[in-house]
């Protein structure tokens, strides 16, 4: 049995998120992701049972890191203002660090099959928490969270995505912010 070697996983991982990004899903087989990691196609599966449980894995792991991000910024004693900036200019600065990162999991999401191995509610578990307290404190609005993710996540994506077309994406985001909390804030 080999050794699994964390160095050779993470190349392994950053071809198969260059090659989707470059080639789509159906585009990246073992055998491109293998030569782009510099590995044998035999190394790839001591790491993972087949291309779909690799896809899975990875997508699974990606998808939670922005909550991780933001859950880190956030605390209860916030104001609700303080929140939503929080999460807002969290969500942008984590799209821009992790721009490779972000559009593969952007991807991945328009995907059905993969939509299947997470669940999106289940990933801001750590964010939702912090915005389930503000809502019982009568802070934030109880609109549902599959709504709050919408309202919160979809344009700050649209804004990151397309930031070069704005002649200042600063002050769109500034505008969503002030948006956001008159839409969500008692």
């Known amino acids: 049995m080999r050794i ?9 991982k950053d071809a198969m998120i260059s090659l989707i990004l470059k080639e789509g899903i159906n585009g990246a087989s073992v055998a ?27 997508f699974n792991e990606y998808a939670r ?8 910024m956030l605390y209860p004693s916030m104001s609700g203002s303080e929140l939503i900036e929080c999460l807002i200019k969290g969500a942008y600065s984590y799209a821009l660090e992790n ?9 991945c999401y328009s995907c059905p099959t993969l939509q ?24 934030i609005r109880s609109y549902s969270d599959p709504s709050i993710i919408a309202v919160l996540f979809a344009p700050v994506k649209f804004i990151a995505m397309n930031r070069n077309s704005y002649a200042d994406p ?13 839409m969500l804030l008692y």
């Open 4 to 12: 699994k070697d964390n160095e050779k996983q993470e190349r392994i």
């Open 32 to 58: 491109k992701i293998a030569k782009q990691a510099g590995v044998s196609p035999a190394t790839i599966y001591v790491y993972y049972e087949n291309k779909e449980e690799m896809l899975a894995e990875v």
């Open 65 to 72: 890191k922005p909550v991780s991000y933001l859950g880190g």
């Open 99 to 107: 721009e490779k990162e972000f559009s593969f999991v952007d991807q």
């Open 116 to 139: 299947e191995s997470v669940k999106e509610n289940d990933c801001y578990n750590e964010v939702f928490d912090v915005i389930h307290d503000f809502q019982k404190r009568r802070i």
């Open 170 to 182: 600063q002050a769109e985001l500034d505008e969503l912010i002030k948006m956001l909390q008159d």
